[in-house]
């Protein structure tokens, strides 16, 4: 890895969510019940929904692109370049 320089890479991040970034987008909808126009309260769905939500409400990833020519012909080189990106993204991942 020596031989690289930042100019030799773009990072671009993406991210996917529900249109409220981090947010619930649950908190937003109504429920209602089967027969009737009553809208039920948000507690009783949370209680019996608690488990099967999501904790996080937003997907971040990172994409690496290589833009030096030379390197991207070296298949160990991209190899070990790609382990190494895993283990970052991983420890970005595990502290968000």
């Not at 109504?30 to 019996?48: L, Q, T």
């Not at 996080?56 to 382990?83: A, G, H, P, R, V």
């Amino acid at each position: 890895f020596d031989q690289l320089d930042k100019d030799d890479f773009s990072i671009i991040e993406s991210r996917v969510n529900f249109g409220n970034k981090d947010k619930d987008p649950l908190e937003w909808l109504h429920f209602y019940a089967k027969n009737s126009n009553k809208i039920v309260p948000k507690k009783d769905i949370w209680e019996y929904n608690s488990e099967m939500r999501p904790q996080k409400f937003e997907q971040i990833s990172w994409n690496l692109f290589l833009k030096n020519e030379k390197l991207s012909s070296e298949t160990f080189f991209i190899q070990d370049l790609k382990e190494e990106f895993d283990k970052i993204c991983k420890y970005i991942n595990s502290n968000n």
